[in-house]
């Protein structure tokens, strides 16, 4: 299980990893608008291709409403 910090940039083109914090948070574009839980789907469904995992193993633990969320995968 790992835990990765996240800020999502929503309404973008595509959906894709652009880069990193200096604290180590991911930078992630989200190809969706942040209304009823869209962006939420999309940023899970990308994280699991990119980890090689089932989408249910892939869990925002907070910040659901936010930019800025702690996402766990569990493998």
């Known amino acids: 299980m790992k835990v990765y910090k996240i800020k999502v940039i929503t309404g973008a083109a595509k959906t894709e990893i ?7 948070t991911m930078k992630l574009k989200v190809a969706a608008i942040p209304e009823d839980g869209k962006a939420n789907k999309v ?9 090689g995992v089932k989408k249910d193993q892939i869990e925002i633990i907070s910040g659901a409403s936010s930019r800025t969320k702690l996402v766990r995968v569990n493998d």
């Open 18 to 24: 652009f880069g990193y914090l200096a604290d180590g």
């Open 43 to 51: 940023l899970t469904n990308f994280l699991a291709k990119e980890f």
